[in-house]
């Protein structure tokens, strides 16, 4: 995401429409939901970029062009290295202070800061405070200052995988009665993170027992209550989560035409998908995601949002 980037107004309203302490990912995947690539081919990385910018420092690039600061490569290479330099004297400071000493803008500071964390070369941490990340040797002396760098940077790391499955779950295929999402999925997901929270799913192997339908069935009157749009079968989303890029059903026999065909169509009952499905699994990444709580609700935010 380049400096001069103009941020439309509508972005501005959409995130300060949440209320104070919500979460950066779910204002994110709200975001590229309702908004896509903005028009300006922004990635995940991008939407995160504006969305931490703003909460941090209440601004954001205005609509005008006269208000929009340019400046050369050269020019983003220079204040880009005074930023390091600053930074490897004084860590841990905010990026008003870098601008302040600097003398030039918070918003030319917070670019660059924001572009240097996406090269990986400084971190940041829940108080916006900046350090460089110093990628010495191990010795043996215990570096509490280069523990806690690191510590960042895998945090950073893990709320990307963790948006990313957050952006699948915001988009869903799912059809659409009377301009009212299908419920299905959404309930689908959550029932299996209740069942992989109280460890009777340990391992990676969803089987469609009696246990995953009661916890269907309670999650069902729990968000949805009584619908005259939509049925409560738990065998069609876990039949159907099979077109997400995360779930894969593994059936009886290891016949792909006849899994393929079978797909074309609805399973007739719970006792038709038992018989013809042995489990479901789902990428080992999000199953590895889905052990930490933190993890499950930011996820479970995402669906509530979307779906109930």
């Known amino acids: 995401m380049g400096s001069n980037l ?3 107004s509508e972005w501005q309203q959409l995130i300060d429409s949440f209320p104070e302490g919500s979460s950066t990912l779910e204002i994110v995947a709200t975001c590229i939901n309702k908004f896509g690539d903005g028009g300006k081919v922004l990635t995940f990385s991008d939407w995160g970029q504006i969305v ?6 209440k601004t954001l690039v205005i609509t005008e062009p006269t208000h929009t600061v340019y400046y050369t490569t050269s020019q983003a290479s220079n204040l880009r290295d005074s930023i390091y330099n600053y930074l490897k004297n004084s860590p841990y400071s ?4 870098i601008a302040f000493a600097l003398d030039v803008s918070r918003k030319e500071v917070n670019s660059l800061l924001y572009q240097m964390l996406k090269d990986e070369c400084c971190s940041v941490n829940s108080s916006y405070q900046w350090c460089i990340i110093k990628k ?3 010795t043996c002396i215990h570096d509490y200052s280069a523990e806690y760098q690191v510590d960042s940077l895998v945090n950073i790391h893990l709320d990307r995988k963790v948006a990313r499955y957050a952006e699948m779950f915001a988009n869903l295929s799912v059809y659409c009665r009377l301009g009212r999402k299908a419920p299905h999925k959404a309930i689908m997901l959550l029932s299996v993170m209740d069942l992989i929270s109280t460890q009777q799913i340990c391992i990676n192997k969803i089987e469609f027992s009696k246990t995953l339908e009661d916890y269907f069935a ?3 009157k729990k968000y949805v209550g009584v619908s005259s749009l939509f049925h409560p079968k738990a065998e ?9 890029p995360f779930w894969r059903l593994v059936p009886v026999e290891e016949d792909k035409e006849m899994l393929t065909a079978l797909q074309m169509g609805n399973p007739t009952s719970a006792r038709t998908t038992r018989k013809l499905i042995r489990y479901a699994e789902i990428d080992k ?3 590895d995601l889905l052990q930490d709580e933190t993890n499950r609700a930011k996820l479970r935010t995402t669906l509530i949002k979307h779906y109930l």
């Open 6 to 8: 103009l941020v439309d």
């Open 52 to 57: 931490l910018q703003y909460l941090e420092c």
């Open 94 to 97: 905010k990026a008003a202070d």
């Open 136 to 138: 010495e040797p191990i």
């Open 218 to 220: 309670r999650n069902w």
């Open 236 to 244: 069609t989303p876990f039949w159907h989560m099979n077109s997400e």
């Open 285 to 287: 990444e999000l199953f």
